[in-house]
C-alpha cells in the first residue's frame, strides 16, 4: 500500500508566544508564536485591530522553545528557537521578501527531545550580549552574541557550564547592568538522590537558587554563588533593574510569590489570595502560578501573573529603604493560558492551553476596582471574588481545535458534503465544533435594491484613489449610481447615464470615469464633461472589456472595436476592425505590465466553445494569436496576475468559467500570448461567473456557481476556498474606509458589501458549548449525536450547589436550608459566582470523584434536547450504538465508565456499563439499567446483535437483559488494558494500550474468542480504523500512523479443529500469538492521533483515511493510483529534502521516522513546499524529474483536489 500524507488542518495548538520589533519598526510590535512545527508571525489589522496572520512556515520538527534577542545598540528583535534538530536558530524576518530568514544556525547536541540535551530553556541576557540554554538535567552553554564588520549577527563557540547530578527547572538572565552576564538557575543536586534506594534523600532534598556568571575578560563561566530555598519553586522570572523596578527574580511558589536579590541581599514575599467562597480550601492554598508576562515602559513596570485556576493578577513592585514591596492587584480571569505576552501598545495576548487564544486591549491600567494585596499585610483578608472588569476589552480570538478528543466526518444534515465534527477543548472550554470547508464572510451591509439588478461595478474618483467612491448598480432598462461615505445612498449630477443598463464601467484615465451601455460609450471627464460614442446603424453593445486607458467593445453583430485613450485625454476609435465567426460570449483585457500603460491582448469567449487572444499592439492590433477549444462553452472570463514576496517574477493566468460548471484556470505567456498548463476544477451545475477582487494586495477571482469560490494568493500559497456565505448573482471588487479589500455583490433584489476574513484557513467553524471534557460521540441518522463527557475531581453546578446546602447544614445544624431566613454571607456563599463557567471554571472537590454526563444534542441548531449527569463516581469514556438480537429494530446508547478512577497513583474501583434505549426517532433517551465490571470500561462496540466490550484485560460478549447485561463470552489474552475494539465479519481487531492490536475471531460453535494474529511492535495504540478484512491503520499516542496487514495464508478458521491449529493458537509465541502482522506503511506525523477514518470527504471522491491529532490538526492519507505515480512524487520528496532548508535545523527525513523508519507513505506537505521554493531550485528540480514547474505544481494541484480540498 502506497499513500501520499496532506494536512488539511495545520496545528492549532500555541505552545510558545513572543513579541517584539521583528520588522525594525520602534513603533510597532508583533507576535510570533509556535504551533508545534510551525512558526506564525501575527500583525495586529490596522482597520479593524484584530490579529492576522503574515507569515507562516512549516520547521519540519518539534518546536521547544522561543524568546525574543536583541544586540545591544539594535533597533530589530532577532528570534531564537530551540527544537529537537540540536541546534541553536537565530531568525530574521525580511519584510520585504515575507520570510523567515537564518542568520545563524548552531550545533549543540543530539537530536530528539532529550532530559540531558539543551534546549529546554533558553535565557537571554537583558543588554543582548549572550544567551544561554539549558536542558533539565546536566548541560548548560553559554553563547556570545556580536557584529561583524557588515553589522551581521555572528555567534560564538559555546562555553560549557553544564553540572552533573543535577536537575534544572528553569533559567533566567538577570538584569546587572554592564557588568558581567550573569544567569539564575532553578536546580536540585540529585547526586545522593540516585544513591538513595529508601527514598529518604528525596523528601530532604531542597532546590538552590545558582547565579552563573559569564566572565567577559577570560571568556569562561563561573558558578558565582548558590542559595538553598525552603520551598519548591516552579517559576522563576527575571526582574528588571534601574529606576522603575529592582533587579533579581521572581520565585512562584506553592500558595506564594517571593521577590529576591541575592547580589543586594533583598527578599520580600506575598501570600496568593484566595477565591471567597472556593469549597476546595486545600487547592486554593496550594494555588501555583501558571504563567508570568513583563512589560516595562518608561512609565511603568509590572507583571501580570496568572494562577492555575486563571486568575489573572496584576503585580507591582515598590521599592523601599528596606525590603521591596509586592502588590498584587485583581485584573481578570480567562482559562489558563500556555503562555502570555504584553505588547507596549496597550494589548496583551493570551494562548490558552485548551481554548481559543485571546488578544485583549488594556483600556485603563490603573483600575481600582480589582482587589489589592500586599506583602506588608499580615492579619487582612487573603480572598477575593472573580468579576468581570471594565478595564479590558477582548479584540479577536484565534479558531482553535486544540485539545482534539474525537473526529468524525459525515454529512449529518444532508448539505451534499461531509462535515467535519470536532470535540475539542477540556473542563468548561469544551466544544462540538462543525468544520466546514469555506472561508469566513463577515457582513457589512445590506441594501434593499428597487429591482432585479443585473450587474454591479464599483468605481473610485481617481487613479491614485485607494478606496472606491461609486457603486454602479445595472438594472434590465436603468442604473443607479449610489455614493460611498459614512453611509451608502444614491448619488445625483455623476455624469452616469441613469436611463439604460450598464454593460461595464470603470474609472479612467487619472481622473474620468467610462460608462458602456447598449446604445454606446460615455467618457465622462472630471469636470462632467461627457463625450458620447455612438453604435452606428441601430447596433447596440453586448460586452465591454475595460482597463485604465483601453476599451474594447462587441456589437451583436459579433464585430469588435477597439478604442485607447491618448495623451490629450481623448478616446480614439482604432480603424482596425475584427468581424467574430461566432458569438461572443464574454470578453476581458490582460493585465498591463508593470512600467506599461496598455494591457498587451484581449481575451474572449465564443459559442463554438473555444477562447481566443488578440494582440492590441498598435501596429498589429485585434489579430488573433491563438485560439483554445474548450469542452463547454465560456460563460465568462477574467486574467489575473500573481507575484510571489521572494521574487518580482510574474505568472498571468486566464480564468475560464464554463456552462457546465467547471472553472478552468490556463497559464497564458506574458510576451507571445500562447496559452498553456490548463486545470479545471468542478464548481457546481451552474454555469461559473467570475468577479475580479483583491485579497492582501493581489489579484483574486471570485467564481460564482451553486456556490462561490475564491481563488488567491496568501503568503505565496495559491488558494481556493469555498465562500461559506449564500450564493450572490453578481459582485466586484470594492474597498471602503474601513473595508480595504472586501466583495460588493448582488443576491436577488439586495446588494451586499462583504469581507473576507481569515484568509488561508481551510474550515469555516460553527461552535457548540459542552460542560464537561467530551470524550466520545455517535450520531444517529435523524440528525441527532450523543455526546459522553466527563471531568476529574470537580463538581458540576447542580451537584455544587448541593455540596454547598450540605456544608451550611454542617455548620448551622440545620435539617433543612430556607435561603430566606439565612444570614447574609451564606445567601452569597450560596449564589456563588456569576461569571461564565467558561472563564471562571468549576469546583474542585477529591481525588476519584467525576463529573460525567450523556448529552442528546440537534446538530443542526446546536440545542441540547437531553442532558443526564451519571453518578459522581463513575467517568465515562466511551459510547456506541448497538441493536440487541433480542430487539430487533431498537437502538440501545451504551455508555462505558470507569469506577472511582485516580491517576497519582492509579487506581480504581471497577467499572460500569450504563444501557439507554432510545426513542422518539432518535430524539430521546431512557435509562434501562447498569451494569458493574470488575475493571474500566474503555471500549465498546456492537458484534453480530451482542455488545463487544473492552474491560481492563479482557473482552468480553454481552446480551440484553432485563436487569443488566448478560455476560455470553470472554477473552482474557490482552497483555494491559483494551482501549479500542473494531470488528469486520466474523473477526474481531482488539487494540492494547500499551501492546499494538490483537487479530480475534469468534468461534460460533464453541461460543469464544481466540487470538490468532497480533503484532511484534508494543505500540501504544490511541485510534484505530479497518481498511479492509486483512488490513487496519491505527495511530498511537507518540505521534506515528501505521497500516498493518495480516500476512499471506493467514490461519483463522476453527470451527473445527483437525490439524491442532486452535492448540497453535492458544500456545502462541513468547506470550502472543503464533502469528504476527505485517507492517506496509509507517510515518510521524507528529503528534498524539485521536482519530482515524476511512471516508470520503468531497461528493464522488473516493475514500481516504481521515486522522485528527491531540493538537488540532487534520490530515489525510491517500492512495496512489500507480506505480509510476508514487514514483514521480518519491523523488520529488527526495530533491525537496535536498533543497528545502528548515528554519529549526531538522532533516525532514528524520524527522518522520521519530521512532520507526518512514515507510510506503510521502510526505505531501513537504512536497507542497516546491511552490514556495525559489525560482531557480524549481527548475533544477524540473530539470532533474525531466518535467516543467508547471507540470510538477499541476500535479500537486490535481492530487490533492482529487480527495480534499
Aim: net charge negative; aromatic share 10%; proline share 4%.
Amino acid at each position: 500500500m502506497l499513500l501520499y500524507n496532506l494536512t488539511l488542518q495545520p496545528k492549532t495548538v500555541i505552545t510558545h508566544a513572543i513579541s517584539g520589533h521583528f520588522f525594525g519598526n520602534s513603533k510597532q510590535q508583533e507576535i510570533c508564536v509556535a504551533r508545534g512545527s510551525t512558526i506564525q508571525l501575527l500583525l495586529p489589522d490596522s482597520n479593524t485591530g484584530k490579529l492576522a496572520t503574515i507569515y507562516s512556515q512549516e520547521c519540519f520538527g518539534s518546536i521547544r522553545n522561543l524568546m525574543p534577542f536583541r544586540l545591544t545598540g539594535g533597533k530589530k528583535d532577532y528570534i531564537i528557537v530551540t527544537s529537537d534538530s540540536g541546534r541553536i536558530g537565530f531568525l530574521e524576518y525580511i519584510p520585504a521578501k515575507n520570510i523567515f530568514q537564518v542568520v545563524q544556525m548552531e550545533t549543540y547536541g543530539k537530536t530528539g527531545i532529550r532530559r540531558a540535551v539543551a534546549g529546554e530553556f533558553i535565557a537571554v541576557d537583558p543588554k543582548g550580549r549572550c544567551v544561554m540554554i539549558a536542558s533539565t538535567e546536566k548541560q548548560k552553554l553559554v553563547y556570545i552574541m556580536n557584529r561583524d564588520s557588515e553589522a551581521k549577527l555572528t555567534i560564538s563557540s559555546p562555553l560549557d557550564a553544564s553540572r552533573t547530578h543535577t536537575l534544572c527547572f528553569g533559567v533566567v538572565g538577570i538584569d546587572v547592568g554592564y557588568d558581567n552576564p550573569t544567569f539564575a538557575a532553578l536546580e536540585i543536586d540529585i547526586e545522593e538522590i540516585d544513591n538513595d534506594p529508601t527514598g529518604e534523600k528525596l523528601k530532604e532534598s531542597k532546590q538552590n537558587l545558582v547565579y552563573y556568571e559569564l566572565d567577559l575578560g577570560l571568556n569562561h563561566v563561573v558558578k558565582k554563588c548558590s542559595e538553598p530555598l525552603n520551598q519548591l519553586v516552579n517559576l522563576v522570572v527575571s526582574v528588571p533593574r534601574g529606576v522603575d523596578g529592582p533587579g533579581g527574580v521572581l520565585l512562584c511558589c506553592e500558595g506564594k510569590i517571593i521577590y529576591k536579590n541575592i547580589i543586594e541581599g533583598l527578599e520580600s514575599n506575598i501570600l496568593i489570595p484566595k477565591r471567597k467562597f472556593a469549597l476546595d480550601d486545600e487547592y486554593s492554598s496550594s494555588m501555583i502560578v501558571n504563567n508570568v508576562a513583563q512589560l516595562k515602559t518608561k512609565g511603568a513596570m509590572f507583571f501580570l501573573v496568572q494562577f492555575e485556576n486563571g486568575d489573572l493578577f496584576k503585580l507591582t513592585i515598590t521599592m523601599t529603604k528596606k525590603n521591596p514591596i509586592l502588590e498584587l492587584t485583581y485584573f481578570a480571569t480567562m482559562p489558563p493560558a500556555s503562555a502570555i505576552t504584553i505588547l507596549k501598545t496597550g494589548y496583551f495576548f493570551v494562548a490558552c492551553e485548551s481554548s481559543t487564544a485571546r488578544y485583549f486591549q488594556i483600556t485603563k491600567l490603573d483600575d481600582t476596582d480589582g482587589e489589592k494585596f500586599l506583602s506588608t499585610d499580615e492579619d487582612g483578608e487573603n480572598f477575593y471574588t472573580p468579576k468581570q472588569l471594565s478595564h479590558i476589552y477582548e479584540v479577536d480570538r484565534l479558531n482553535s481545535l486544540n485539545p482534539l478528543m474525537r473526529l468524525k466526518v459525515a454529512d449529518m444534515i444532508n448539505e451534499g458534503s461531509p462535515q467535519f465534527y470536532a470535540l475539542c477543548g477540556s473542563g468548561p472550554s469544551s466544544n462540538l465544533k462543525i468544520l466546514r470547508n469555506g472561508l469566513p464572510i463577515r457582513e457589512v451591509a445590506v441594501c434593499q435594491m428597487p429591482g432585479t439588478p443585473t450587474g454591479v461595478f464599483s468605481v473610485k474618483k481617481s487613479l491614485d484613489d485607494v478606496n472606491d467612491a461609486y457603486i454602479i448598480v445595472s438594472f434590465v432598462n436603468a442604473t443607479l449610481v449610489l455614493k460611498i461615505g459614512e453611509s451608502v445612498e444614491e448619488a445625483v449630477d455623476t455624469g452616469f447615464f441613469n436611463g439604460a443598463s450598464t454593460i461595464n464601467a470603470c474609472q479612467f484615465g487619472e481622473d474620468s470615469f467610462i460608462q458602456v451601455i447598449p446604445t454606446g460609450i460615455r467618457h465622462i471627464t472630471v469636470s462632467q464633461r461627457i463625450n458620447e460614442w455612438v453604435c452606428p446603424n441601430r447596433k447596440t453593445i453586448t460586452h465591454a472589456a475595460l482597463r485604465n486607458r483601453q476599451v474594447v467593445i462587441c456589437l451583436n453583430t459579433n464585430e469588435l472595436i477597439y478604442f485607447e485613450l491618448d495623451m490629450y485625454n481623448q478616446l480614439n476609435e482604432y480603424n482596425e476592425k475584427v468581424q467574430v465567426d461566432h458569438t461572443v460570449l464574454s470578453m476581458v483585457l490582460s493585465p498591463i505590465p508593470h512600467g506599461e500603460f496598455r494591457s498587451r491582448f484581449l481575451a474572449i469567449g465564443c459559442s463554438d466553445c473555444t477562447v481566443r487572444i488578440f494582440n492590441l499592439d498598435p501596429y498589429d492590433c485585434l489579430k488573433q494569436i491563438t485560439m483554445k477549444l474548450l469542452d463547454s462553452r465560456p460563460r465568462s472570463l477574467m486574467f489575473v496576475e500573481y507575484e510571489t514576496d521572494e521574487s518580482d517574477y510574474r505568472s498571468t493566468y486566464l480564468n475560464i468559467g464554463m456552462d457546465d460548471g467547471f472553472l478552468m484556470r490556463c497559464s497564458i505567456d506574458p510576451v507571445t500570448g500562447d496559452i498553456s498548463d490548463s486545470r479545471k476544477r468542478h464548481l457546481g451545475m451552474r454555469p461559473v461567473r467570475l468577479s475580479k477582487m483583491y485579497t492582501s494586495g493581489k489579484d483574486a477571482v471570485l467564481a460564482i456557481s451553486n456556490r462561490m469560490y475564491l481563488n488567491y494568493m496568501h503568503q505565496n500559497r495559491m488558494y481556493m476556498n469555498p465562500v461559506s456565505y449564500e450564493v450572490l448573482e453578481f459582485a466586484d471588487g470594492f474597498s471602503a474606509e474601513g473595508i480595504k479589500e472586501g466583495i460588493v455583490g448582488i443576491g436577488g433584489d439586495k446588494l451586499y458589501i462583504l469581507c473576507p476574513e481569515k484568509l488561508g484557513e481551510t474550515f469555516n467553524q460553527i461552535s457548540f458549548k459542552l460542560q464537561f471534557t467530551p470524550r466520545d460521540m455517535v450520531y444517529h441518522y435523524a440528525g441527532t449525536m450523543f455526546i459522553v463527557e466527563s471531568d476529574s475531581s470537580i463538581l458540576s453546578q447542580n451537584k455544587s450547589k448541593d455540596h454547598k446546602i450540605e456544608v451550611i447544614k454542617s455548620i448551622l445544624s440545620l435539617t433543612e436550608v430556607d435561603e430566606a431566613t439565612l444570614p447574609q454571607q451564606y445567601i452569597e456563599f450560596l449564589k456563588g459566582n456569576d461569571m461564565p463557567t467558561e472563564e471562571y471554571g468549576y469546583e474542585r472537590t477529591s481525588d476519584g470523584e467525576w463529573a460525567s454526563c450523556l448529552r442528546l444534542l440537534n446538530v443542526r441548531t446546536g440545542e441540547t434536547i437531553k442532558k443526564l449527569e451519571l453518578d459522581s463516581r463513575d467517568a465515562a469514556f466511551c459510547c456506541t450504538f448497538v441493536e440487541f438480537i433480542q430487539h430487533p429494530g431498537s437502538h440501545f446508547v451504551l455508555v462505558g465508565c470507569a469506577t472511582a478512577l485516580k491517576f497519582n497513583p492509579h487506581s480504581h474501583s471497577g467499572g460500569a456499563i450504563y444501557t439507554f434505549h432510545v426513542t422518539d426517532g432518535g430524539r430521546n433517551f431512557e435509562l434501562i439499567h447498569v451494569t458493574n465490571t470488575e475493571a474500566p470500561v474503555y471500549a465498546i462496540t456492537e458484534f453480530k446483535g451482542h455488545a463487544l466490550v473492552g474491560c481492563g484485560k479482557s473482552i468480553k460478549m454481552y446480551a440484553f437483559g432485563k436487569r443488566k447485561l448478560l455476560k455470553k463470552c470472554e477473552s482474557r489474552n490482552m497483555p494491559v488494558n483494551i482501549v479500542k475494539i473494531a470488528t469486520i465479519g466474523q473477526r474481531i481487531i482488539a487494540c492494547d494500550s500499551q501492546e499494538s492490536v490483537h487479530f480475534m475471531r469468534y468461534i460460533q460453535k464453541d461460543n469464544s474468542i481466540v487470538t490468532f494474529c497480533d503484532e511484534n511492535t508494543p505500540r501504544y495504540i490511541t485510534a484505530i480504523t479497518v481498511l479492509d478484512y486483512d488490513t487496519v491503520a491505527v495511530g498511537d499516542r507518540f505521534g506515528s500512523i501505521a497500516v498493518l496487514r495480516l500476512p499471506e495464508g493467514v490461519l483463522d478458521e476453527a470451527d473445527e479443529d483437525p490439524t491442532g491449529v486452535r492448540a497453535i493458537w492458544q500456545r502462541g509465541a513468547m506470550n502472543g500469538a503464533s502469528q504476527k502482522a505485517e507492517v506496509i506503511a509507517h510515518f510521524y506525523v507528529g503528534d498524539a492521533v485521536t482519530s482515524l477514518e476511512l471516508v470520503n470527504i468531497l461528493p464522488g471522491a473516493e475514500k481516504c483515511i481521515v486522522y485528527g491529532t491531540i493538537s488540532g490538526s487534520i490530515g489525510i492519507l491517500i492512495p496512489f493510483l500507480s506505480k509510476n505515480e508514487f514514483d514521480f512524487f518519491q523523488a520529488l520528496e527526495m530533491y525537496m529534502r535536498r533543497d528545502f532548508v528548515s528554519i529549526c535545523g531538522r532533516e525532514h527525513v528524520s524527522y518522520r521516522s521519530y521512532y520507526a523508519p518512514v515507510k510506503n507513505i510521502i510526505d505531501g506537505d513537504m512536497c507542497e513546499q516546491f511552490n514556495l521554493l525559489e525560482r531557480l531550485k524549481q527548475c533544477d528540480i524540473a530539470e532533474n524529474l525531466q518535467k516543467t514547474i508547471n507540470d510538477i505544481s499541476k500535479k500537486l494541484d490535481d492530487i490533492r483536489t482529487r480527495y480534499a480540498f
